[in-house]
């Protein structure tokens, strides 16, 4: 076995003949691809995912093309980016920081994955990414690469060049006759990251957390006033914790998620103004917009109400904040993470049903729940007669069990919680 060394920024002339770039076809990636070739002298094999961010992805391989890659890779991954990462996400219900929905954070070990596949099929000495020194994005593409392949060599240019403008990258684009689009010239108000769950605006008119969003800051969903007054009503059926149905129609992983942001975006469900702490330490706004991720959530955590065990339920909340932040940090194909998934599918064996919704205005309501698992008992928890179903007097016992600890504390003058 190759002992594992401390990884460190490859520079030039060390041997690099081959990266691997997760390139967007935009004017970011673009100047990192001809920097890749200038810099290091290497070839660059690019490497494009449609994870549903609802771009046609086509002009980015002819871009390549003409930028000189011979060998370019354009995968439609929505349906591996639903199945195989957002529904085990979401069977643990999981929020960062009690409100984000992860939809950058999901997408990036996918990316990662296929790039590290990619690079050992081509034989690439390394791979390169286009986030900043600033945000989550290095930590999580870099956390998975050396997860899953130890020894690769990894580039991040934003820590290597001083391109350290907007200004700057636009005048390399034009002396190296990189194709940009017209409008670049004019500053983007924000910057825009989208895939199939959700779509992630930040920076510039978003930085101060004090001022609301302009209404064109949101792209997937229309507002809650102007959403249509008459409520949609909806089922979900699940199985094994996993939605597999919509109205009663089997539907693919990414044809399911799909319809359920037509459905949330309509009905002005989904939006979300946060200030997140950072894994890099900042602080950070962002408008996030994730309409069927939002439908799901609610949906999923309905029909957990009624088909798991009080203690098991209880245990997965709160094991979940730390779940998210595990994924929210980068470390999906960490151990720990492997160890909380194996719990969290072992409690949705029995996550079967449907769910019925009311969509109106922002808001998902749920309006009934039924499961062939269910471990509601209208015999029990019934106020008419229950035919000795549940005995109340074994109720005494367990309250005064329960206010033993109490009693004696106050027996010793501890009244009123008193240490």
Not at 308 to 328: G, Q
């Amino acid at each position: 076995m190759k002992p594992i060394t401390s990884p460190s920024a490859p520079s030039p002339g060390n041997g690099i003949k081959k990266v691997v770039l997760a390139y967007s076809g935009g004017l970011d990636t673009s100047v990192i691809l001809r920097w890749l070739q200038q810099h290091y002298g290497c070839e660059v094999v690019t490497f494009t995912a449609d994870l549903g961010q609802g771009e046609e992805l086509e002009p980015a391989r002819r871009k390549a093309e003409k930028m000189g890659v011979k060998e370019i890779f354009v995968e439609d991954l929505r349906e591996t980016f639903v199945k195989d990462f957002v529904f085990p996400m979401f069977r643990a219900n999981t929020l960062y920081e009690g409100q984000y929905l992860l939809g950058t954070s999901i997408a990036r070990p996918l990316i990662s994955q296929r790039q590290i596949e990619i690079a050992e099929a081509v034989g690439a000495d390394a791979v390169a990414h286009g986030a900043t020194g600033k945000g989550n994005d290095q930590v999580r593409f870099e956390l998975a690469y050396y997860a899953l392949k130890p020894d690769i060599k990894v580039i991040a240019p934003w820590r290597e060049w001083d391109l350290t403008s907007r200004t700057k990258l636009l005048d390399f684009a034009e002396k190296n006759q990189i194709p940009i689009t017209k409008d670049k010239r004019g500053e983007a108000p924000f910057s825009v990251d989208a895939n199939l769950l959700h779509s992630s605006s930040e920076g510039k008119i978003l930085e101060d957390p004090a001022v609301g969003p302009d209404e064109i800051v949101f792209q997937r969903t229309r507002s809650p006033e102007e959403a249509p007054d008459t409520p949609t009503e909806i089922t979900i059926d699940f199985h094994h914790g996993d939605p597999v149905a919509l109205n009663g129609v089997s539907l693919s992983p990414a044809t399911l998620l799909t319809r359920l942001n037509e459905l949330g975006r309509t009905n002005g469900i989904g939006r979300l103004d946060m200030v997140e702490n950072r894994f890099v330490g900042m602080k950070s706004r962002g408008i996030y917009e994730t309409p069927g991720g939002t439908i799901l959530l609610a949906a999923h955590r309905a029909m957990e109400t009624i088909t798991l065990d009080r203690e098991a339920a209880h245990l997965k909340d709160s094991i979940m904040p730390r779940y998210a932040e595990i994924i929210y940090n980068g470390l999906w194909f960490s151990p720990e993470r492997r160890m909380l998934q194996a719990l969290i599918d072992a409690s949705q064996h029995s996550v079967n049903g449907r769910v019925r919704l009311k969509l109106y205005k922002g808001n998902v309501i749920c309006t009934g729940r039924e499961s062939p698992d269910s471990l509601y008992d209208a015999r029990v928890v019934t106020f008419e007669d229950d035919a000795g179903a549940y005995d109340q007097t074994d109720a005494q016992g367990f309250i005064r069990l329960n206010a033993l600890r109490l009693r004696l504390g106050a027996q010793k003058g501890r009244r009123g919680g008193a240490l």
